[in-house]
């Protein structure tokens, strides 16, 4: 990625394709300068003698023709999302217009922006850390509700307080320490043994709970993995439509209907499930049936949690119990579908399953359907509700930097412990406030930044 920050910078900053308003965003110090002659407002005041933050109502013109009808916004630095002077023109979400005014404006000075480019400046500038970096990037692709209000407290700053606050407990033992190696005379850390490791256990456990949350963010941010297995027509299909509250999958009475897997996503009490309906297994000469099961057992492998659904009404058969024998028992819950002809509560199979939780629906009319979603949310989360406002770990990198930073405070304990000299614990010490600023971006290597900002869309 080009970090030449001294460039003026341009992006259409909404999503491709035909639409209601369409954003065009320049940031850079050139962007009025830019912008300006280009727009003819329809008051007295341009947007170079109107107020920051002032909308404006007027047209863009191209060679003295007016091109669009737009509202256009001049940001003033540093109270804009880059920190830089910000310009940002609202038209008529046509692509062609939007292509036509992009080039005018490049033309006048402006250069296209990188994938990120907006927000790698907001943090280049101090305006955010790399946690609320990443959370922007978790709130444009959140699709749940919690996933966007989970990302949104990390944008106020969640994660990144909860950082601040360790490195200040940990700078505090750091400055103990290096007081002892200036002064040995005085033996400071010997002197403040407890105070040392209170502050140190205490930094421990906190970093532990954080270590804790990275399944609840990775889950919240990202889904829970759900493969939905069972022989053929015992109502796969009919569960995944029932969950998506919509007609996805075929269904049929003739066994094989499912071929391949499918895979969508539904919420449910505001967790986000990749539901991946598969093909039933069962004996078969059929090289394409043979193909779809051999891709639900990989399914299985690959899901966080497993669905078996066996049918209530009837008596297990030689394929329920072969899947009863392969599927993991510590990640499924059985399924007992046609409660609507079951002649009892439960079925009269429920022995057979052992120690496995086992719900009972009825995939056809809804029933059951409301306390199976709910002990999904409890086992996936081990709560009844997700806290949104806490602080969260939400990717490999941020928990694999908490973890660095764990394993080094509990090295500095021990060397405490074990009386080993202050240059050394002063060696843990700085391990752990590394770690920690990579979580928040301060040490955090050019080429991990490059990688995290190529994942945005251009015009973020």
């Known amino acids: 990625m080009s970090w030449k920050r001294e460039d003026t910078i341009a992006a259409i900053a909404t999503p491709a394709g035909i639409g209601g308003v369409g954003i065009i965003r320049v940031s850079g110090k050139d962007a009025l300068r830019i912008v300006a002659p280009l727009f003819r407002p329809a008051g007295r005041l341009g947007l170079e003698q109107a107020r920051s933050h002032r909308m404006l109502y007027g047209w863009i013109e191209r060679d003295g023709a007016p091109l669009d009808e737009v509202l256009a916004v001049h940001m003033q630095a540093p109270h804009s999302y880059t920190r830089e002077e910000v310009v940002e023109l609202h038209c008529h979400g046509g692509t062609a217009v939007l292509r036509m005014a992009l080039e005018m404006i490049c033309r006048a000075g402006a250069r296209l922006a990188e994938p990120g480019e907006f927000t790698l400046r907001a943090f280049l500038n101090g305006r955010i850390d790399l946690t609320r970096v990443e959370a ?7 699709r749940s509700e919690t996933a966007v209000r989970v990302s949104a407290a990390q944008l106020q700053g969640r994660l990144y ?6 490195k200040e407990a940990i700078a505090h033992v750091a400055a103990l320490v290096d007081a002892g190696i200036d002064f ?7 002197a403040r043994r407890g105070e040392i490791l209170h502050r140190l256990a205490t930094a421990r456990e906190s970093l532990a709970g954080l270590v804790r949350t990275a399944e609840k963010g990775r889950l919240l941010r990202e889904g829970l993995g759900v493969a939905i297995v069972g022989k053929p027509n015992v109502g796969k299909s009919s569960l995944l439509n029932a969950l998506l509250r919509e007609d996805r999958a075929i269904v049929t009475d003739v066994p094989g209907t499912t071929r391949d897997t499918l895979e969508e996503t539904a919420e449910i009490g505001g967790l986000m499930l990749r539901l991946v309906d598969t093909a039933g297994i069962r004996e078969t000469r059929d090289v394409v049936e043979r193909e ?4 639900t057992r990989r399914a299985i492998a690959g899901a966080e949690l497993v669905l078996l659904m066996l049918d209530g009404s009837e008596p297990l058969g030689a394929e329920d119990r072969a899947l009863l024998a392969e599927v993991p028992r510590e990640r499924t819950l059985v399924v007992a579908n046609m409660r609507d002809r079951m002649p009892s509560a439960e079925p009269g199979w429920a022995g057979d399953v052992g120690d496995l939780p086992r719900v009972t629906v009825s995939a056809l009319t809804g029933a059951g359907l ?3 979603e ?7 989360l081990q709560e009844e509700r997700p806290a949104i406002g806490e602080a969260l770990i939400t990717n490999l990198r941020q928990k694999r930097a908490a973890e660095q930073a764990l394993a080094a405070v509990a090295a500095a304990i021990a060397g405490v ?3 080993v000299g202050d240059e050394l614990l002063a060696i843990d010490l700085g391990r752990a406030l590394d770690a920690l600023g990579d979580i928040v971006g301060e040490t955090t290597a050019d080429d991990l930044l490059n990688r995290i900002f190529a994942e945005f869309c251009i015009g973020k």
Do not use: S
Not at 292 to 295: D, S, V, Y
């Open 136 to 142: 922007v990037a978790d709130l444009v692709r959140a």
């Open 370 to 372: 409301p306390e199976m």
């Open 161 to 166: 307080e909860a950082i601040q606050a360790l």
């Open 292 to 295: 779809g099961i051999q891709r």
């Open 184 to 190: 040995p005379e005085e033996d400071v850390v010997f």
């Open 417 to 419: 412990n074990e009386g």
């Open 374 to 380: 709910d002990w999904i949310r409890r086992w996936a």
